[in-house]
């Protein structure tokens, strides 16, 4: 089977530039995530901006991995809560923490360290 040695291969290693882009990425997605949770200074709408610019900014490090997957989803989900919280406010809350926990959930899994190198 010529397929099956795929899984066991390491991951290709990535330059320093993309492993910080990844890094800032992450970062702000967090910030935004966290902003929309808990509303600091009535900054909530800015959060959701600023989850969905992080996890474009960490698309290049992060695309084909599992927890990018997660990060996107939860910076969807929290743009739709803020759609649904217009008529339901019960329900978008919900959807912005389960968004918010998607994002910081797929941050600390795929933030990049430097023992990843080895």
């Known amino acids: 089977m010529e397929g099956s040695g795929a899984l066991t291969q390491p991951l290709p290693r990535r330059d320093a530039a993309t492993e910080r882009l990844t890094r800032a990425g992450l970062l702000i997605a967090s910030l935004g995530a966290l902003l929309v949770v808990f509303d600091f200074f009535g900054l909530s ?12 900014i960490a698309a290049r490090g992060g695309l084909g991995y599992r927890w990018y997957v997660l990060v996107a989803v939860g910076a969807i989900i929290v743009v739709l809560s803020r ?34 190198e080895e």
């Open 83 to 116: 759609l649904i919280a217009e008529g339901s406010e019960t329900l978008g809350g919900w959807l912005a923490v389960i968004g918010a926990l998607c994002i910081l959930i797929g941050a600390s899994l795929g933030y990049p360290l430097a023992s990843d």
């Open 45 to 56: 709408t800015a959060g959701l901006v600023i989850a969905v610019v992080g996890a474009v």
